[in-house]
């Protein structure tokens, strides 16, 4: 009798279990798909702080010249000043899905000279060390490794058509 007792207490127990981890699934797929879902958004590089006092704030003269939008199927294009580019990236959001990792793969970019002052190489080499991001009073903050600075996007504006 006991140990048929001891037998379906374990069985109650892996249900148990076993309930929590689905739950912990379905919640997990939900946050992914949720509102830190970037697939489809277009951005605009409106500043990038540096956490060098000496370099400060470097404020962007014409935000529509560097953006940046996230495609559905994990690649992210880029318009850098007078060049383009693309590459991969990666999203995890966290469990408030305004925050969570975000990593970039190599970015691929043309290399046309624009006038100065030259941001384009700036931006496409650091976004390879972002690895986190923050969605904030509609703006997103994709912050560096090693706290080396934040880049600020305001979500991009639609190009108005000529009259």
């Not at 560097?66 to 959001?93: E, K």
């Not at 000279?113 to 703006?139: H, I, M, N, T």
């Amino acid at each position: 009798m006991r140990l048929l007792s001891a037998g379906l207490w374990f069985l109650r127990q892996c249900k148990i279990l076993l309930g929590a981890c689905l739950f912990a699934a379905c919640a997990t797929s939900q946050t992914s798909s949720g509102p830190a879902s970037f697939a489809g958004t277009s951005w605009q590089l409106v500043a990038i702080q540096s956490m060098d006092d000496a370099q400060g704030t470097t404020r962007i003269a014409e935000p529509a010249r560097f953006t940046l939008r996230f495609g559905s199927d994990g690649r992210a294009s880029l318009r850098l000043d007078c060049n383009r580019g693309a590459g991969n990236y990666t999203l995890a959001p966290a469990g408030d899905g305004r925050s969570g990792t975000l990593t970039f793969g190599p970015i691929a970019a043309t290399r046309a000279l624009c006038p100065p002052p030259r941001l384009d190489e700036r931006v496409s080499r650091d976004l390879g060390y972002v690895r986190g991001y923050l969605l904030k009073d509609g703006k997103l903050f994709l912050s560096l490794m090693a706290d080396a600075a934040i880049y600020e996007w305001a979500p991009a504006t639609e190009p108005k058509e000529p009259r």
